[in-house]
């Protein structure tokens, strides 16, 4: 991020954009490993207070050959900054622009999001039509509860993951491997990407069924925690003893979409805060 630091002081909690967390991955860039930019499309005390974004990232970073980084969206006085070239739009942990990545991953929690996606795509000088992308773009992938109707975002996302992902997107992830391997451009990824169960690839005719988590007590979580040197919106540590609501009330979204109703033995939660 280029700029000057009285600059940065001139905006609202300039510990948004140099977070120095402890606890990060520490992989170093390489251009050989696939590279992923994460990203919760809200500001970063909301973003980082997402569990689901925490276990992907951790999950992405455990590949040997994979490293992954977080972008958020700025708040509107940075947002000028940005626009006006006085700041770089660079990731967080290896301060690259968006077009450097292989992969960029959006999860959307709630439809007001998609505003804030748009955002970033146009502060990262990505084309907004996915139709209109080149082979020097990333790939965009979404998901997220609000991902269930992916009619919504087909236009934007080259591949959409509807349910729980962490299955279908470590399947994913070992054929980006191997495309990246073969030095596969990103047109010829997007045709020749295998049919992945939970994974729609908007850029052909197909239909998509949800997918969940079976293995609930033995699924991947996180064995570091990402410790934020600024207040975040829910400043603590999660463990995650369920998935699912028992009630299913008619108006909950969370009770229907993460059917079946699943628990973590306390054996597993006792081994899970250990090492956290």
Same mark, same amino acid.
């Given at each position: 991020?280029t ?10 909690k300039?510990?948004?954009?140099f977070?120095?967390e402890?606890?990060r ?41 994979v490293?992954?980084d977080?972008i958020?969206c ?5 947002e ?13 942990? *290896? ?10 991953g ?22 907004f039509d996915?139709s209109k ?7 965009i992938?979404?998901?997220?509860p ?15 993951f509807?349910?729980?992902?962490e299955q ?6 070992e054929?980006?491997i ?9 047109s010829?990824?997007?045709q020749n990407?295998p049919?992945i ?5 908007? *850029?052909?005719p ?9 293995d ?13 040197l600024s207040?975040?919106? *829910?400043d603590r ?9 028992? *009630? ?29």
């Open positions: 991020m700029g000057s630091v009285k600059d940065l002081l001139s905006v609202e300039p510990s948004r954009y977070p120095f402890l606890g991955a520490d992989k170093k860039w390489d251009n050989k490993k696939l590279s992923f930019c994460l990203s919760y499309p809200d500001s970063y005390e909301i973003g980082m207070s997402n569990l689901g974004l925490r276990i992907i990232y951790s999950l992405l970073n455990s590949f040997e050959k490293v992954c977080r958020f700025p708040f509107s006085d940075m000028e900054k940005y626009k006006n070239q006085n700041y770089d739009f660079t990731s967080i942990e *290896h301060n690259k622009k968006l077009n450097e990545f292989d992969v960029l959006f999860t959307f929690q709630y439809e007001l999001l998609y505003t804030n996606f748009l955002t970033i795509l146009n502060l990262g000088s990505i084309d996915k992308r080149n082979d020097e773009q990333p790939i992938i979404a998901g997220g609000a991902m269930f109707n992916p009619a919504i975002m087909r236009k934007f996302a080259d591949f959409i509807v349910g729980e992902a279908s997107l470590k399947i994913f992830t054929y980006l191997d495309f990246k391997n073969k030095n596969a451009s990103r010829y990824i997007i990407m049919e169960e939970g994974v729609l690839n908007t *850029h052909k197909s239909k998509v069924k949800r997918t969940w988590v079976e609930f007590e033995n699924c991947f979580f996180p064995d570091k925690w990402l410790v934020p207040s975040i919106t *829910h540590i999660f463990l995650e003893i369920m998935r699912g609501c028992p *009630h299913g009330c008619r108006f909950c979204q969370a009770g229907f979409l993460y059917r079946p109703l699943r628990y973590r033995s306390v054996e597993k939660l006792k081994n899970i805060a250990d090492k956290l």
